[in-house]
């Protein structure tokens, strides 16, 4: 199952961030193949012509693949143990669709109207973070869970 981290805005290539994302997405792309997940793709969008909150969904939601698992990362989501989110990782690919989205939004959040659509949402928690951080923490559980579902030693309880 191919993954596609699709945010809003854009990561400039000297940002600590963009390094950090892409050495999770590096480890994750070279362990989750023998697992059936990957590889992990990034789509960056950028609203420039500010229309707001609904114009940056309608770009987020053109860049979701057709069929594909939609999951929001969103304050408002679920708060779920690295285990608990192997788990989901792994049911979503074992139902037998081909992608799955994990959709973040810029500082005003996700578009009501594409978080309704949504399959999940998953939240890190009660406090808010930088969409940047936000795609660096999720490409490290992407990373996390596939160890856990390859049996490494990477996830310690």
């Known amino acids: 199952m191919r993954l596609h981290v699709i945010a809003s805005g854009k990561m400039r290539a000297d940002y600590p961030e ?14 989750g193949k023998p697992l059936a997940l990957g590889p992990m793709y990034e789509v960056e969008v950028e609203d420039k012509k500010g229309g707001g909150m609904a114009a940056e969904g309608e770009l987020l939601s053109r860049a979701i693949p057709a069929g594909a698992w939609l999951i929001c990362m969103d304050e408002r989501g679920k708060v779920l143990s690295s285990p608990d989110f192997a788990a989901h990782l792994a049911r979503w690919r074992d139902a037998g669709r081909q992608d799955a989205a994990f959709v973040i939004g810029g500082a005003d959040g996700i578009d009501p109207a594409l978080r309704a659509r949504a399959d999940f949402s998953i939240s890190f928690g009660a406090m808010v973070w930088p969409h940047m951080l936000v795609r660096v923490m999720l490409a490290e559980q992407l990373y996390r869970a596939a160890t856990i579902l390859g049996g490494g030693p990477y996830h310690r309880v």
């Open 18 to 31: 963009r390094a950090l994302f892409e050495d999770y997405q590096m480890r994750f792309n070279r362990i």
